[in-house]
């Protein structure tokens, strides 16, 4: 199976792509959110050197709603030139860690900030929204041992390492048939209802 991973929810993009062999590449480049011109030049770029991938993976965050919709887009518009198969992940389920269980906090603006347990890359708990003075509360509840991982600049949670996503980590977990994939349509993980302003 010839995989093709796209990972743009946080402010490092990344994609990878993997043969039946388990060999290929992988890329990742600081993602600009209001300017996705550099996903769409490796992109480019890549899909000029490799075969038409069988699955295609997108990461679905939480993280930027914008980022991770260019992102299906981009892979549906492929999907339909090669026939690939269309999936989706949670972002947070693939960081670049070894932990066999780790938390991932972000900023989920309007003060709120969320909370997710991740265990064996998949999501047992949340992602779920906290005040920052409870999400402290909630994080001093976590066992020492285990690792806590934003993608945002969060200083003020002292235990909070900066670690991203990776889409080679997407392909690989793509391999595995028994995990929970999301099919099309696919959306981003939203962490609250989308708040629509109604004309006056």
Not at 23 to 32: E, H, K, Q, T, Y
Not at 59 to 73: K, W
Not at 86 to 96: D, N, Q, R, T, V
């Amino acid at each position: 199976m010839k995989i093709l991973a796209l990972e743009i929810s946080t402010a490092r993009g990344s994609l990878a792509w993997l043969d039946e062999d388990g060999a290929g590449l992988s890329r990742d480049w600081p993602n600009d959110r209001k300017n996705s011109a550099a996903f769409f030049e490796n992109l480019a770029d890549a899909t000029k050197k490799l075969d038409a991938p069988d699955t295609i993976i997108v990461g679905l965050g939480p993280g930027s709603y914008a980022g991770t919709r260019i992102a299906i887009s981009a892979a549906i518009g492929l999907g339909v030139s090669s026939g690939a198969r269309l999936i989706g992940f949670p972002s947070i389920c693939a960081m670049e860690s070894n932990a066999q269980e780790y938390s991932v906090i972000g900023d989920a603006r309007r003060k709120s900030f969320f909370f997710a347990r991740i265990r064996a890359n998949n999501l047992v708990q949340g992602p779920t929204l906290f005040s920052e003075s409870a999400l402290k509360s909630k994080l001093d509840t976590i066992d020492i041992a285990t690792p806590v991982f934003t993608s945002d600049s969060l200083l003020q949670f002292e235990r909070a390492e900066v670690r991203f996503p990776s889409a080679l980590v997407l392909a690989r977990l793509a391999r595995e048939p028994q995990r929970s994939f999301s099919l099309p349509p696919l959306e981003p993980i939203y962490l609250r209802e989308p708040h629509i302003t109604m004309p006056k």
